[in-house]
């Protein structure tokens, strides 16, 4: 068996190439995407700890997780539909409307 | 011992994966490298006795939620200029690849159907009912019932949400 380390240090790197892919993309739906990879990597770890402790709730939190990702990804692509479906780039530096 | 090569494979396939989301400069090949990075976390899953969230992790997140991806990215770059070298990409043996690795998915489900033991051997000895579906059911359904029925109203929340936002501009207003 793989012991549980391997599987957090993965989890580890998975989240932080999510939040470099956050910070430098400017395509919206790009940063959304590394979102979802951050979402993924805690998943991992969630679900490794419950291995590593045999308790199933790791394995609900994860559902709850993935139904609530869902949810979030349907409301942030509306979103991004609407704000940038008549731009000609998708970049999200275009937003300064609010800017004081 | 082969439980760690399927495991540094897939870690491997994840962090390629994830660096082809983070790298790719167009964002249906970020969304496609999404997929793969999610099939290869489903393969950890499965190595961690989570069978029911592996399988969830694919048919939701890598087939609904990418899929709900890629129709609005298709959406918002239909009418932007795409990328000169989108049209001349193409692998090299092209063909001759996809042959090899069809072949090899159909030996490997072939091996699969005729006996399935070493896949479940592969995530260690069994823990009790840990990682079945029952058990998961019965956590979900039993101690967890409360945030599962909240679930439900997040759910609802984003229909709504959606419904509204996609409205027509201007026809209510």
Same mark, same amino acid.
């Given at each position: 068996m793989v012991p549980i380390s391997y599987y957090l240090i993965l989890s580890a790197l998975l989240f932080s190439i999510g939040t470099v892919g956050v910070l430098i993309r400017r395509n919206p739906l790009q940063m959304f995407m590394s979102v979802e990879l951050m979402w993924n990597a805690v998943n991992l770890s969630f679900v490794a700890f419950a291995r590593q402790y045999l308790n199933m709730a790791g394995h609900v939190f994860v559902f709850l997780v993935i139904t609530v990702a869902a949810a979030e990804v349907a409301i942030g692509l509306a979103i991004i539909v609407l704000v940038? $479906?008549? $731009?000609e780039h998708a970049d999200v530096d275009e937003l300064n409307v609010m800017k004081g | 011992m082969l439980s760690s090569v399927v495991f540094w494979l897939a870690a491997a396939v994840a962090i390629v994966g994830a660096g082809g989301v983070l790298l790719a400069r167009n964002p249906v090949h970020s969304a496609l490298s999404l997929v793969v990075n999610l099939a290869a976390l489903g393969v950890l899953f499965l190595l961690l006795h989570a069978e029911f969230l592996a399988v969830v992790e694919i048919?939701?997140?890598?087939g609904a939620v990418m899929v709900l991806f890629l129709f609005v990215v298709t959406l918002l770059m239909a009418g932007t200029k795409t990328p000169k070298e989108e049209h001349r990409f193409r692998l090299a043996y092209q063909f001759l690849l996809a042959g090899l690795f069809g072949f090899i998915l159909l030996v490997l489900v072939a091996h699969v159907m005729l006996g399935a033991d070493w896949i479940s051997s592969l995530a260690g000895?069994?823990? &009790? #009912?840990? &990682? #079945?579906i029952a058990a998961f059911g019965t956590a979900l359904f039993t101690q967890y019932l409360l945030p599962f029925e909240l679930t439900a109203v997040v759910l609802l929340v984003a229909v709504i949400g959606v419904i509204v936002l996609g409205r027509e501009h201007g026809a209510n207003r």
């Open positions: 940038f $479906r008549n $731009r | 048919l939701v997140y890598a000895p069994n823990v &009790g #009912s840990f &990682g #079945s």
